[in-house]
């Protein structure tokens, strides 16, 4: 095994980067190409058909069958043209990552052949057997039947040989069973609640568009050293392993010249990634080696989400050609950063207003103050359901263990912004809020700096931070669905806003002008968000957990427990009055929550247990016997045996592995206690102790991986995982 360890380290080593097929077209030339966007609807669809689609997808009418007949005909055409064979509902089960299943076109035609056929019925509506997707409890195993329905606001696109069809998934009685369903009603949500505010500026404004723009961070790792760990094929992290002598600290990584295997790779997903119409922008190394970030342009929070979903398959399957393994796990290596996923988050108005960037003039900035203010106040109401919607086993490892955001959600605002704040609540309420530097001689007290986006400075340790025209919602795990962070950001504002619309319409009920109505409500809010929510300084300090803790924000790092933020009554209220939640999809969902997490946790657990035993054990006695040979041989010649250091080797493997073994038996004791536990919650938290004692099973491990001869050692080290590429 030894030898083979090094084998595999030096083929990797010596890999070259593979040969990309680039089209030689502009990428602004094929973009989309694998998309049946709005010009191939136009192309290939009658027009009756054409205009009655475009009104579904505005949300104005449902889809009915002669349309969805019409449609499926013309996308049958546009797919074979592509080579087509098969046809999935493509959609996002609460398990993670996406779902689909395959039907090919194929039918008999009735005379003793076949055709290929593709009915609006296809298009519309599947059954899945999907029985074994979790749905907490909804849909007992006996009435698996949940249905996928095609969301014709997602555009359906072709992988391979098959013509994707992006759906929501919802059991027979009506019940989300899936990310999609949630987001969409909560999308729909803010926009209804913001509507009525943006009309008091603007009566044209029609509806308010959500803006997603995530950022992707990633680990690629050789393929053929990732198959020789066992942890990280069957958990996605390394359950063991010393940190390298050379880490993160020279920082030569970041923003660092990409490595050429790499950049082959996202070419590769590139390439993909513009036919599938994604918008794909940026690409860099990331702080930690081996580790690499992509962000697309942002646009409409459905599609952008899909996007990010599917994106994560191509990565996936893009990796494999490139001779890697993508991994999407929040923290994969201990001592170096895990991985994130930052969702810039913005809202703007169908007129094309935004809403979370300075205005134009001094309405504008009225109006920009008014939503920033309330999603301020949103986050605050909501921090623990916020923290909530973002936790996970996986993403546990990075929020709140000293590194990217810590497990409180507060906001970072930038001095700019703090101090139009503080001024806000001491001037008068008809004071106008200027853009500095646009007039010569500006009389207002209040100004924004034309180029606040660039001025913003950056907080890392904040969670949720302000930055310029968005807020980066930072918590999100690089492997969650970025729908369970936004559904759940976006009910909290809808609330809030609804709110503050009904206090503005009162004080404007009374008499006051627009701008004095609206800035009598704020006040109270501004000072109560700068008192709680906001926060500046360092997030992973000791003393802030304590402050926070005094401001009334949620400062639980226990996960399981976390989850519970979903069901208190102000979260209930806040779902099921908007109708993006019932109560019965939120205790579903958290025991799909809770069930995830045990699950994760006993992999990782049983994974751990075996490779101490299986692989770690054997190896260190291994090591322990050639030195007791050594030790016998000094003792033969008569060699002094006091202070020699193969027999203080010897008892320090000793030492090592008996802890090791006591810990193993601990932990495989704890979780038959676990098992044994009914309620789900409480088995979750009996996990999470179990999650915790994983640390210290493995800190022997990594101490004998010191010690024991380099050449025996079984399993790819750190600085072989990380420095290959
Ligand atoms: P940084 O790492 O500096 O935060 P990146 O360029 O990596 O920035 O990613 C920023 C992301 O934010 C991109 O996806 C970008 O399109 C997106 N973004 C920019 N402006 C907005 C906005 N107004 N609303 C939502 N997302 C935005
Ligand atoms: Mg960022």
């Not at 605050?380 to 996986?394: C, F």
Request: hydrophobic residues 40%; aromatic residues 8%; charged residues 25%.
């Amino acid at each position: 095994m030894s030898k083979l360890r090094f084998d595999v380290v030096q083929e990797a080593f010596k890999k070259k980067a593979v040969e990309v097929n680039v089209p030689s077209a502009k990428p602004s030339e094929y973009f989309g190409e694998l998309v049946f966007g709005k010009e191939k609807m136009r192309r290939y669809l009658d027009a009756a058909t054409y205009k009655a689609l475009l009104e579904c997808m505005a949300g104005d009418r449902p889809l009915d069958a002669v349309t969805a007949d019409g449609v499926a005909k013309g996308m049958k055409t546009w797919a074979l043209e592509h080579g087509v064979t098969h046809i999935t509902h493509w959609f996002q089960p609460l398990t993670e990552g996406t779902a689909e299943k395959h039907d090919s076109f194929l039918e008999y035609d009735g005379r003793g052949g076949m055709i290929e056929e593709f009915t609006g019925r296809a298009l519309v509506q599947q059954e899945p057997d999907a029985s074994s997707f979790p749905s907490g409890g909804i849909r007992a195993t006996f009435e698996a039947r949940g249905y996928t329905a095609w969301d014709p606001t997602s555009p359906v696109f072709i992988q391979d040989d098959t013509l994707c069809i992006p759906t929501v998934f919802i059991s027979y009685t009506g019940e989300a069973l899936d990310y999609k369903t949630p987001l969409k009603r909560s999308l729909r949500a803010v926009s209804d609640a913001a509507l009525p505010i943006c009309q008091l500026f603007d009566p044209a404004v029609r509806h308010v568009i959500s803006y997603l723009g995530w950022e992707q961070e990633y680990f690629l790792v050789d393929e053929d050293l990732y198959a020789a760990r066992p942890d990280l094929m069957l958990t996605g992290r390394t359950l063991m392993g010393h940190v390298s002598s050379k880490n993160q600290q020279l920082d030569d990584h970041y923003f660092g010249a990409i490595p050429a295997r790499v950049a082959a790779f996202m070419r590769d997903v590139e390439v993909c990634g513009y036919k599938l119409g994604i918008p794909l922008k940026t690409r860099h190394n990331e702080v930690a080696p081996g580790q690499f970030e992509m962000a697309p342009i942002y646009g409409e929070a459905n599609l952008s989400n899909d996007q990010n979903q599917l994106v994560m398959n191509v990565m996936q399957t893009t990796a494999r050609r490139h001779g890697f393994v993508l991994l999407l796990h929040e923290k994969p290596f201990d001592g170096i950063n895990g991985s994130g996923k930052h969702c810039n988050w913005s809202l703007g108005t169908d007129t094309g207003v935004p809403l979370l960037a300075p205005g134009r003039d001094a309405q504008g900035n009225l109006q920009f103050i008014t939503f920033f203010v309330n999603v301020l106040k949103a986050v605050q109401t909501h921090n623990a359901v916020l923290k909530a919607s973002v936790a996970s086993a996986t993403n546990a490892h990075r929020l709140g263990a000293n590194e990217a955001p810590p497990a409180i959600v507060s906001a970072f605002l930038g001095r700019t912004m703090t101090d139009v704040l503080h001024k806000l609540i001491t001037l008068p309420s008809d004071t106008p809020i200027d853009i500095a530097g646009k007039r010569g001689a500006s009389v207002g007290l209040v100004e924004i700096p034309e180029i606040i986006v660039d001025n913003t400075d950056r907080n890392r340790t904040s969670p949720f931070a302000f930055t310029g025209n968005r807020f980066e919602f930072r918590a999100v795990g690089s492997s969650a669905n970025c729908a369970g962070a936004l559904t759940t950001l976006s009910a909290a504002v809808a609330e809030q806003l609804q709110a503050f619309h009904a206090d503005v319409q009162q004080a404007i009920g009374e008499g006051r002008p627009l701008s004095v109505a609206i800035m009598d409500t704020l006040k109270p809010i501004i000072s109560d968000i700068l008192d709680t929510v906001c926060f500046e300084g360092n997030g992973y300090t000791p003393e802030w957990a304590a402050e926070a803790a005094r401001r009334g924000l949620d400062t639980e790092t226990n996960v399981p427990e976390m989850f519970r933020a979903f069901t208190t009554p102000s979260s209930v209220r806040l779902f099921t009055r908007l109708g993006i939640y019932t109560e019965r999809e939120l205790t579903s969902r958290n025991e799909v929550k809770w069930e995830t997490y045990v699950k994760k946790v006993q992999i990782e657990a049983r994974v751990i247990g075996r490779m101490a035993i299986n692989h770690i054990i054997p190896v260190a006695l291994t090591y322990q016997t050639r030195l007791l040979q050594n030790v016998r041989l000094m003792q033969e010649v008569g060699e002094e045996m006091e202070g020699n250091p193969a027999l203080s080797l010897t008892r320090e493997i000793s030492t090592l592995v008996r802890e090791l073994r006591s810990r193993v038996n601990a932990m495989v004791e704890a979780r038959k206690a676990a098992n044994r536990i009914d309620d789900l919650y409480q088995r979750a938290c009996a996990y999470h102790a179990i999650a915790e004692s994983l640390a210290a099973i493995r800190r022997p491990i990594d101490r004998l991986e010191q010690i024991v001869d380099n050449d025996l050692w079984p399993l790819p080290k750190y600085r072989e995982l990380l420095f290959i590429n």
